[in-house]
Nanobody, 115 residues
Framework: QVQLVESGGGLAQAGGSLSLSCAAS????????MGWFRQSPGKQRELVAS???????TYANSAKSRFTVSRDNAKNTVTLQMNSLKPEDTAVYYC?????????WGQGTQVTVSS
């Protein structure tokens, strides 16, 4: 089992920045894959960005050039730096981890962007 605890999030104005962090504990040998998904009301949960233990990143088109995902393998943390925020970025953001894809999930943290 892997436990994921998110921090960060909150309220930002359009054009502003927020940073989300996630710390993993437990069976950390199982978390080659880490990333962030988000879900807004009435919509499906969607990938925002992911990163492997080797540093390979994947971004949703909506996140490219604005968001940066990074991880510290020694500390078992993953961070999502979000810049140039837009109201449509408003959602609950979930940290995820797993051997190859999303398997374990954090409790989610709310990000609200006002116009």
């Amino acid at each position: 089992q892997v436990q994921l605890v998110e921090s960060g999030g909150g309220l930002a104005q359009a054009g502003g920045s927020l940073s989300l962090s996630c710390a993993a504990s437990g069976s950390i040998f199982m978390i080659a894959y880490m990333g962030w998904f988000r879900q807004s009301p009435g919509k499906q949960r969607e990938l925002v960005a992911s990163i492997t233990s080797g540093g390979t990143t994947t971004y949703a088109n909506s996140a490219k050039s604005r968001f940066t995902v990074s991880r510290d393998n020694a500390k078992n943390t993953v961070t999502l730096q979000m810049n140039s925020l837009k109201p449509e970025d408003t959602a609950v953001y979930y940290c995820t981890a797993g051997p190859k894809a999303a398997l374990y999930w954090g409790q989610g943290t709310q990000v609200t962007v006002s116009s």
